[in-house]
């Protein structure tokens, strides 16, 4: 699986936003090159609300676990719940234990933001492709419900 596929998917979700930041952004450089999606079917980043996945493809300040720096490597985050998380994983979010964060193509707890019901995925390959989409459109689907309640959802 490629960083493209996942986009690609991601971008054929209805009311799907992809941000990309990149040198001709306003976004830090840290974040050059990564991805983060949001619910958003006016094409604006939502100022109320955090992606429901993103795509990291380096190492972050307190979020190196992933051993992302070496090239070709990137990690698929995808908010999926608690109920979820522990299908997944076999652990609750808020108990999770130590593990090798950069293992390849395993459902993991993110790293750092596991406890609030995130699963992260280095190098997405064959064991876990079978879910990832349907992974990513749950999340999309939740997003879209919570726009929803706040009454923020309506296309523009």
Same mark, same amino acid.
């Given at each position: 699986?490629? %960083?493209?596929?996942? !986009?690609?998917?991601?971008?054929?979700?209805?009311?799907?936003? %992809?941000? +990309? $930041?990149? +040198?001709?952004?306003?976004? $830090?450089?840290?974040?050059?090159?990564?991805?983060?999606?949001?619910?958003?079917?006016?094409?604006?980043? $939502?100022?109320?609300?955090?992606?429901?996945?993103?795509? %990291?493809?380096?190492?972050? $300040?307190?979020? +190196?676990?992933?051993?992302?720096?070496?090239?070709?490597?990137?990690?698929?985050?995808?908010? !999926?719940?608690?109920?979820?998380? *522990? *299908?997944?994983?076999? *652990?609750?979010?808020?108990?999770?234990?130590?593990?090798?964060? +950069?293992?390849?193509?395993?459902?993991?707890?993110?790293? !750092?933001?596991?406890?609030?019901?995130?699963?992260? %995925?280095?190098?997405?390959?064959?064991?876990?492709?079978a879910s990832i989409f349907e992974l990513l459109r749950e999340a999309h689907t939740a997003a879209q419900r919570r726009a929803s309640r706040r009454g923020t959802s309506l296309d523009?």
């Amino acid at each position: 699986m490629t %960083v493209d596929e996942v !986009v690609d998917f991601i971008r054929s979700l209805d009311g799907s936003f %992809v941000l +990309a $930041p990149d +040198a001709n952004s306003e976004a $830090p450089e840290i974040a050059w090159g990564d991805y983060f999606f949001y619910y958003a079917p006016d094409g604006q980043v $939502p100022g109320n609300t955090q992606p429901y996945a993103t795509i %990291v493809t380096k190492n972050y $300040p307190g979020d +190196a676990l992933s051993d992302l720096d070496p090239q070709g490597r990137w990690r698929l985050n995808i908010h !999926v719940g608690r109920a979820r998380f *522990e *299908e997944l994983t076999g *652990e609750n979010p808020r108990t999770f234990g130590t593990r090798n964060f +950069a293992e390849v193509d395993v459902f993991l707890p993110h790293p !750092v933001y596991g406890r609030l019901g995130w699963i992260a %995925v280095v190098n997405p390959a064959e064991r876990s492709m079978a879910s990832i989409f349907e992974l990513l459109r749950e999340a999309h689907t939740a997003a879209q419900r919570r726009a929803s309640r706040r009454g923020t959802s309506l296309d523009r």
